[in-house]
């Protein structure tokens, strides 16, 4: 495995928005720079043998670097019992129920859903393009350019916020494991914050794209309630998020 970059920031990609074209840290990333180097081509063709080659050796690079952060914890992975893996299992289970029951996961999921119906909602892109149309003509431009801004915000958001919200909410259920360490450093309170930045970006778009319809359309007023209610929960289930300390973005 080839060895990062000193002047990399080290796990910077663990609490980021995977948003690397638009990322002031990309050069100082060391995920971005290996998937460079290995994906340089987005279109990949999976037809090839080299597409394959290359996922085996990541995947063999992953065991690798699991065997190794095993072994720093005193864990040998060759030593779990059956009834360990056993207990792991069931406790992974109770987790996922716990993650599923929790009323964010339902707040989550419904935003997801509200976006797909809205990115769907055929008749209102022809009529906010009609309006648009309309407008005088050095307008136009800049209205377009709002309303796709908006759009590539939301659309990258809006499964990003699910997502996110999952795996804070399974890193709590891993509470015992992570309260061991600082607030600042524990990695639920930095996924959270990360949501919160995502919802928060979310917002600003959806109130851009608002401004552009003469009265407000249901589905965005709904993904506002929607992204506010998330906020208040965030808040409420992880009171220290803001205390995260997220690497390169937050010092
Ligand atoms: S830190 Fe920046 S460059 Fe690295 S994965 Fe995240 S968004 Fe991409």
């Known amino acids: ?3 990062p970059d000193p002047n990399n920031i080290p796990g910077i990609f663990n609490y980021c928005n995977r948003w690397c074209e638009r990322c002031p840290f990309s050069d100082r990333c060391t995920l971005y720079q290996q998937e460079q180097e290995e994906w340089p081509d987005e279109d990949a063709d999976m037809n090839e043998d080299s597409f394959w080659d290359k996922l085996k050796g990541n995947l063999e ?7 190794e952060l095993a072994e720093e914890q005193g864990i040998d992975l060759n030593e779990v019992t059956a009834e360990e893996q056993e207990e792991a299992y069931h406790e992974m289970q109770v987790n996922e129920l716990m993650v599923n ?3 964010l996961t339902a707040l989550a999921n419904s935003y997801l859903d509200n976006c797909l119906a809205w990115v769907k909602n055929q008749e209102i892109w022809e009529s906010l393009h009609m ?8 307008k136009i431009n800049e ?8 759009m590539e915000v939301i659309r990258w958001y809006m499964t990003m916020i699910p997502s996110k919200i999952h795996v804070a ?3 709590k259920e891993e509470a015992d494991f992570w309260d061991q360490y600082p607030i600042q450093e524990r990695h639920y309170n930095g996924v959270a914050k990360l949501v919160k930045v995502c919802v928060q970006e979310s917002k600003e ?14 589905q965005v007023s709904t993904a506002l309630q929607l992204l506010t209610a998330i906020e208040e929960q965030v808040s409420e289930q992880f009171p220290d998020a803001d205390q995260f300390i997220r690497p390169g973005f937050d010092w």
């Open 205 to 218: 778009a959806w109130d851009q794209l608002s401004e552009l319809f003469i009265q407000v359309p249901v």
């Open 101 to 103: 029951i929790n009323p």
């Open 61 to 67: 690079n992953s065991i690798e670097m699991l065997q």
């Open 1 to 3: 495995m080839k060895k």
């Open 143 to 150: 209205l377009e350019a709002i309303r796709d801004e908006s």
């Open 169 to 171: 909410l399974s890193s």
């Open 131 to 138: 309006h648009i149309q309309l407008q005088a003509s050095g």
